[in-house]
């Protein structure tokens, strides 16, 4: 069966029995108007089973399977509902209370973070806003949307952030050579960590000890164990340790003042957290977290569009042409060549370069919004969802639905968003509101999005006018993504790609800079971005 062993097979059948009679089961009894039931040839084990060997792709099965917009499953002790339409998803966002993320948001954190059992009890304080709009939860998710609105908190953020892309490919090539080789996922990952931690966390950033970095992507490849919860001294070992010593990382950065000269993002969740009666060391816990949300999913991405606009040659020359469009060349007193590439620009007159970057995050994403069903509730008015059930909403199975993004949904098409006489394939077609789901949506939309897309965009346009970069081995192979972090938004490459990176003959000499003009010119990352 794969990689699923028998010793793992029996341990897993045996937890299953143990869960089901131990559980009380009255609660998972089914009535006419719920969703229909998932098939399973193995009641409760039969859905683990097919998790375990398809991850991802399970609800896409199911989904392909039965052609229900919404199903039932049953796993021990727990009923879920598995949304699969984009009707019912805009529907469950409008019902933001009864079909609720905070408590979700806060039981996951008190897994994961190592905090307190006060800062426990404090993050399950009103966490709904039952009595109204306060909570640790909900200040400290109003501290980061409003750092991370476009206005001169984020502008700053953004200048940071660029000043050290650029230094970090300006430091790319050794001193007197022409080349250099490089692991494009470890490579992407090295310059989106120290660009965002740096403009994240300022100039005592604690990033910039390389075991700090490592201690975080040890944490990361081990969450979801924590998550879980089952056995934790045993299954989540790893993972606990690395995030103890990140702790200790963070406390000392805290402790020192080092937020003092921080970001405005930094700064805000600070206060929140500190007027909501928490202590450093239950600060430094939950900005764990925090790092978690603003690092993994951006390099990803940056490493997903390096590899299909570099494995495609002619998108490679298009993108080169429309970014060679914008790019201003002046002279500095000196009379050295200087070139400059305005993000905002960019955002708006690059159409081909961000339709690669949505069609990137839709083909490779995997992640999956979800909500907990406060109380009995009838959604679109036919489907009761009963209290305390889980609702998921796999991106991947909007993602890839033919009847929504029409027949070439299993294939990258880099001109799927342009408009209407753009080059648009005619087979192409055009998505409904609320269809592109690797933001998520309604009121959980991703408040990093514009941080995160303005970082990747910088990250690529300037590899694409600099460099030539090809594989190592040979030509462009498409890597395996069975191992992916199902914690993720997006795959992760089984395996690196060595690459060979060398400067671009026309641009070989000179200075290169970014600029970025006022952040209040929003690029529409989603649908629900259009008219802010």
Request: glycine share 6%.
């Amino acid at each position: 069966m794969d990689n699923f062993s028998t010793t793992a097979l029996f341990v897993l059948s045996a937890l299953t029995l143990a869960i089901y009679y131990i559980f009380p089961r009255h609660g998972l009894v089914s009535n006419s108007l719920e969703p229909p039931t998932a098939p399973t040839t193995i009641p409760y084990l039969g859905h683990m089973i097919g998790l375990a060997r398809r991850k991802y792709n399970y609800y896409s099965d199911l989904s392909y399977k039965t052609k229900e917009p919404i199903l039932t499953l049953y796993l021990p002790g727990q009923r879920m509902y598995i949304v699969n339409s984009v009707d019912l998803i805009q529907a469950i966002q409008k019902q933001h209370k009864s079909l609720a993320f905070p408590p979700i948001e806060a039981k996951i954190s008190s897994q994961v973070c190592g905090v307190s059992q006060d800062a426990k009890n404090r993050l399950m304080r009103n966490v709904n806003c039952e009595e109204g709009e306060w909570g640790l939860v909900h200040d400290s998710t109003v501290a980061m949307k409003t750092a991370l609105a476009p206005g001169e908190g984020l502008d700053e953020m953004n200048r940071v952030m660029i000043g050290c892309v650029a230094a970090s490919l300006d430091e790319l090539m050794p001193v007197g050579e022409n080349k250099v080789v490089v692991r494009l996922n470890e490579w992407m990952r090295d310059i989106i960590t120290a660009a965002t931690t740096s403009s994240v966390y300022g100039e005592r950033n604690p990033f910039t000890d390389k075991e700090v970095q490592n201690n975080f992507w040890q944490f990361e490849k081990n969450i979801m164990p924590m998550i879980v919860g089952i056995l934790p001294s045993i299954t989540a070992r790893t993972g606990t340790a690395a995030r103890d010593r990140l702790l200790k990382a963070y406390e000392h950065y805290f402790r020192t003042g080092g937020h003092e000269s921080a970001s405005v993002l930094t700064k805000n969740r600070y206060d929140a957290l500190v007027a909501n009666g928490l202590g450093i060391d239950d600060i430094a816990g939950l900005e764990v977290l925090g790092a978690f949300a603003i690092l993994v999913n951006t390099n990803l991405a940056a490493f997903w569009l390096m590899f299909f606009i570099f494995s495609k040659s002619d998108l490679l020359e298009d993108i080169r042409n429309e970014l060679g469009a914008i790019l201003e060349t002046t002279s500095d007193k000196d009379g050295k060549i200087v070139r400059n590439l305005d993000i905002t620009t960019m955002k708006s007159n690059c159409p081909l370069l961000t339709s690669v970057y949505k069609e990137c995050l839709r083909y490779r994403s995997i992640g999956t919004s979800v909500r907990q069903v406060m109380q009995d509730t009838l959604l679109d008015g036919k489907y009761h969802l009963k209290k305390d059930s889980m609702i998921q909403m796999p991106s991947r199975v909007i993602h890839m639905d033919s009847s929504v993004w029409g027949p070439d949904v299993e294939e990258f098409n880099p001109r799927r968003y342009l408009k209407e006489g753009d080059l648009r394939s005619q087979t192409t077609k055009r998505p409904p509101s609320a269809a592109f789901r690797a933001f998520g949506g309604g009121t959980t939309l991703c408040p990093g999005r514009h941080f995160a897309t303005n970082e990747i965009l910088a990250v690529i346009s300037m590899c694409v006018l600099r460099f030539d970069i090809k594989p190592v081995a040979g030509g462009w192979v498409l890597p395996k993504t069975d191992s992916t972090n199902p914690a993720g938004i997006l795959m992760e490459p089984d395996t690196d790609i060595e690459v060979e990176i060398s400067p671009r003959d026309i641009f070989a000499d000179g200075k290169w800079l970014f600029s970025l003009r006022n952040s209040k010119i929003v690029f529409a990352v989603t649908d629900e971005d259009q008219g802010t």
